[in-house]
């Protein structure tokens, strides 16, 4: 007797409809927060002193499974080290990102100012690239090869 009021209530057109209108409702709401579409700008200086303005600003690296295989990452923070840790200082908090190449093989050192005033000093947890759109096409910039980024 339990399972046919069970099944009466969820084949009732109401209980339907009403579950049908949370979904058309709810789920533009989801989808936007997953994909993140904050779209940022900055301009970008390389080690040249040449300025390149880029709209929907990412960092990007690929991240290496196997010898023919690699995973491309695509983010809107910054990932750097901060003694053993790793620290994601998302995009819409910095103000600007001063870089200085390091010693041998390891990512440059990036002087962070956020929004607010406060800065640190960081080295890149990965040698990535920033990669935009300018005027003129898509635009990918190596960090090792940048001076500065600001944004706007």
Known sequence: MCNKKMNR???????????????????????????????????ATDTEGLQTEMDNIIFYYEEKVSETSFIPHELRELPVKRGTSTVKIKFFSIKEIDLKASN?????????????????????????????????????????????????
């Open 104 to 152: 041998k093989e390891a990512p440059p050192v990036a002087n962070v100012t956020l929004k607010d005033g406060k800065t640190g000093e960081f080295q890149l947890a990965i040698a990535g690239s920033f990669k935009g759109q300018s005027a003129f096409g898509e635009v990918e910039l190596p960090a090792t090869q940048l001076s500065r980024v600001v944004f706007k």
């Open 9 to 43: 209530r969820l084949t009732n057109p109401y209980v339907v409809l009403l579950f049908g209108t949370f979904l058309c409702v709810a789920a533009p709401v989801a989808w936007s927060a997953s994909e993140s579409g904050e779209s940022f700008r900055a301009v």
